[in-house]
């Protein structure tokens, strides 16, 4: 199973249940309004909000509503930041789920049982909102002490898995229905190799030439599935990156600049101001008097 660079501030650290079991699952009752900043995991994140409501922004262009009606299904690489979109407490349910284990549910119970990430947030019928909640419960029961957990655990995610892609087939999205398994693999690979590698200077046709693609086909693939430009996302890995080192120890803007792949700390100051709202000594000057 990958991991981020060490010099990567990308991705969240992963529990280590995850590591151990390949999944990750509790309930938590949430009461601040923090923002949390963007970021995004090497793994598969499912959230549901089971009371109050919370809004997720999807790769820094798309906002949905998240509460007890639907389910954010989020595929490894997606940024994605989550805030509470209502004044009470909100009771929200994680579970995180590895490529590795998500790729033995694909050979072992079905090829297609990942294909509900194809929809970062999915609308729930009354029946799957049952059944979730019903696999969910039995799930977060488990003890990780038993020593049938990992065996009872995941025949609980494959058949809530299989119970959401269900509902995705049924409501037939056209527009993420369209995105087929090849196409989110070479997505994922380029997700990755960015994550790795945005301090270098990325182009398209670096990317291009890696996966042996014209440069308008990988543009393309990286667009259906991720519902951003490459581009865009490029800029957005480095600004997360560079909001974690210029809150190091003696970090100045110059070096944060080059080591997030910019060329020129004049460049890094626009990206940065268009993404956050303020210059980097800003940003730094707001933290530090928290």
């Known amino acids: 199973m990958k991991k981020a660079n060490k010099n990567n ?23 601040n309004n923090i923002m949390p900043s963007y970021h995004s995991h090497f793994h598969y994140e499912i959230l549901y909000i089971a009371s109050g409501a919370k809004k997720i922004i999807v790769n820094n262009s798309v906002t949905y509503t998240l509460d007890n009606t639907c389910i954010a299904l989020l595929k490894p690489h997606l940024i994605h930041q989550v805030r509470s979109a209502s004044p009470n407490s909100q009771q929200r349910v994680l579970i995180q789920i590895t490529a590795d284990l998500m790729e033995e549910f694909c050979q072992f119970a079905s090829p297609r049982i990942a294909d509900c990430f194809n929809m970062s947030v999915l609308k729930l019928s009354a029946y799957s909102q049952k059944m979730l909640n019903y696999f969910v419960s039995s799930l977060i029961a488990l003890s990780p ?13 494959s058949n ?10 049924e409501q037939n999205a056209t527009d993420d229905a369209s995105i087929n398994r090849t196409e989110q693999y070479y997505a994922n690979q380029i997700a990755e190799y960015i994550a790795n590698n945005f301090h270098k200077s990325l182009t398209i046709s670096d990317l291009a030439e890696k996966l042996h693609f014209s440069k308008t086909h990988v543009s393309r693939i990286f667009k259906n599935s991720m519902n951003t430009t490459l581009h865009k996302y490029l800029v957005s ?12 120890d003696n970090a100045s803007v110059y070096s944060v600049a080059f080591k997030c792949g910019f060329n020129s700390p004049e460049a890094f100051a626009r990206a940065f101001r268009q993404h956050m709202g303020c210059s980097p000594s800003e940003y730094v000057k707001l933290n530090n008097e928290q």
């Open 9 to 31: 501030h990308y991705y969240h650290d992963f529990p280590n249940s995850l590591e151990s079991f390949g999944f990750y699952a509790n309930k938590l009752i949430q009461h």
């Open 145 to 157: 002490q038993s020593p049938d957990y990992t065996m009872k655990g995941k025949v609980l995610l």
């Open 160 to 169: 809530l898995l299989l119970l959401l892609t269900e509902e995705f087939n």
């Open 237 to 248: 890995v480095r600004i997360i990156n560079a909001k974690e080192m210029l809150l190091e």
